[in-house]
């Protein structure tokens, strides 16, 4: 690997909380080891429109404490092409960037291991992305933030669900993990959690509300992942519980992309800026093509490869926790 003086750095994909107080970390990271650092605006795209700047430790200041991403994000499906990815590298080549990090998730790194096969430039991803479903760290950058706020808005719905003796489901985000659902369901009290991992079934849940409903529960939460697969939709399962129970009042929230705003919590303002140190000083000892994380508090690393195509596991444990207490 050829010496790094400058490194490129991008977010890609969803926005998640946190993404700034990672980008800061990078560019003063870079600046504190006595290299150079290049911010690059709309991920992929901005690299094929050679939208770079470079930047100073005060180009960052006063981000750490704001959601979303201050570099912006798109979707580039000129990246996905072979003459695409060669304008992006012809602009690298101009702005005498050395190495790039990568803030996003699976498809961000995806891009990334090609681009660095294809070129040759040494890359390093930092998982943001509020589902923590990258495989190779326990957290990713952004979760801890949508847990609390799924947690808050949970509490709220509660509120009225007793007050009118309603059943809520509540969709999260969650297409292909339940962690979310899982960890959220289980601070907020939810009665059930339905998640991708474990096919609980119609009926069984159904049943299982109505042993809460004998058991004195005049109201109920049900916490549904966006992936689960128990009915067609969360729709179709309100639908179906309001059939068979119609002395409740059932309702759907849908959270949405509320989940993904919001300033990050200290912990990913904190798991950010370890992420983003590590990544610069990885790239500094000639790592590339690897994914930073972490683990039992300790920063780690994973080649690429095995971050996109593992799977993250739910914790069984919270599994078993969320059926004792929703007797």
Same mark, same amino acid.
């Not at 080649?303 to 799977?311: E, M, Q, R, S």
């Given at each position: ?13 969803? /926005?998640?909380? %946190?993404? @700034? ?19 690059? $605006?709309?991920? $992929? ?5 050679? &939208?770079?700047?470079? #930047?100073?430790? *005060? ?29 992006? $590298?012809?602009?690298? @080549?101009? @702005? ?31 998982? +943001? ?10 957290? !990713?950058?952004?979760?801890? #933030?949508?847990?609390? #706020? ?34 959220? %369901? ?12 474990? /096919? ?6 159904? /049943? ?21 697969? !128990? %009915?067609? =939709? ?5 639908? $179906? ?9 059932? *309702? ?7 989940? *993904? ?6 912990? /990913? ?6 992420? +983003? ?11 590339? @093509?690897?994914?930073?994380?972490? &683990? =039992? ?17 739910? =914790? ?12």
């Amino acid at each position: 690997m050829n010496a790094i003086n400058t490194i490129g750095v991008l977010t890609s994909g969803g /926005d998640a909380p %946190g993404m @700034n107080a990672a980008i800061r970390a990078v560019v003063r990271a870079s600046i504190f080891h006595d290299k150079k650092c290049k911010a690059i $605006y709309r991920g $992929y795209q901005g690299l094929i429109d050679n &939208d770079i700047v470079s #930047t100073t430790p *005060r180009s960052v200041n006063n981000i750490i404490n704001k959601g979303g991403t201050m570099l912006k994000s798109a979707r580039c499906l000129e990246f996905r092409t072979k003459e695409g990815r060669k304008k992006a $590298y012809e602009n690298i @080549n101009k @702005n005498n960037i050395d190495a790039l990090v990568v803030i996003g998730g699976d498809g961000s790194f995806t891009g990334a291991m090609i681009f660095q096969k294809e070129f040759g430039v040494p890359v390093i991803g930092i998982p +943001g992305t509020i589902d923590n479903d990258i495989f190779g760290t326990s957290h !990713t950058i952004g979760y801890d #933030t949508a847990l609390n #706020t799924v947690t808050e808005v949970i509490d709220k719905i509660r509120d009225t669900a007793i007050s009118h003796n309603r059943l809520f489901f509540v969709e999260v985000m969650g297409r292909d993990a339940g962690h979310i659902a899982l960890n959220a %369901g289980i601070g907020s009290g939810a009665e059930e959690i339905l998640i991708p991992e474990e /096919d609980m079934g119609i009926e069984r849940m159904l /049943d299982s509300l109505k042993r809460s409903e004998k058991s004195g529960k005049s109201s109920s939460i049900v916490v549904v992942a966006e992936g689960d697969k !128990t %009915g067609k =939709n969360v729709f179709e399962l309100a639908a $179906y519980v309001e059939k068979n129970m119609p002395h409740y009042e059932v *309702r759907v929230s849908v959270l949405g992309h509320m989940q *993904r705003g919001g300033a990050p919590s200290c912990f /990913d303002r904190v798991l950010a800026s370890r992420m +983003g140190v590590f990544a610069v000083e990885s790239l500094l000892d000639g790592k590339s @093509n690897i994914m930073v994380g972490i &683990d =039992n508090d300790t920063m780690i690393l994973t080649d690429l490869d095995k971050a996109i195509k593992g799977k993250s596991n739910i =914790n069984k444990n919270l599994i078993r926790v969320s059926d004792i207490l929703t007797i």
